[in-house]
Nanobody
Framework: QVQLVESGGGLVQAGGSLSVSCAAS????????MAWFRQAPGKEREFVARISWGGQTYYADSVKGRFTISRDNGKKTVYLQMNSLKPEDTAVYYC???????????????WGQGTQVTVSS
């Protein structure tokens, strides 16, 4: 079992940067694929980025080139560095863990509680 706790959200101006982190508990963190999803007000939760245990990454088109996902298996932590932020990036950001290489949220077994990211114009 894995428990996930996000941190690092906040308020930033458009064009700025912000980093969020997700700390995991459990002994098998390195065997999980990790991902970030987000949910904006009034919208469905959507995929943002994922990373394999070995560091292979994949991004949604909307964040490609601006966001970077990374992980430190020794610290059991996954990160999302967000640059060139836009107001439309405003959302609650969730980290999730899966045993499958997927962008489908239904295939993610474990979820954090979310952290709010607000980008002002």
């Amino acid at each position: 079992q894995v428990q996930l706790v996000e941190s690092g959200g906040g308020l930033v101006q458009a064009g700025g940067s912000l980093s969020v982190s997700c700390a995991a508990s459990g002994r098998t963190f390195s065997s999980y694929y990790m991902a970030w999803f987000r949910q904006a007000p009034g919208k469905e939760r959507e995929f943002v980025a994922r990373i394999s245990w070995g560091g292979q990454t994949y991004y949604a088109d909307s964040v490609k080139g601006r966001f970077t996902i990374s992980r430190d298996n020794g610290k059991k932590t996954v990160y999302l560095q967000m640059n060139s932020l836009k107001p439309e990036d405003t959302a609650v950001y969730y980290c999730a863990a899966s045993t499958s290489l997927t962008t489908l949220q239904n295939n993610y077994n474990y979820w954090g509680q979310g952290t709010q990211v607000t980008v002002s114009s």
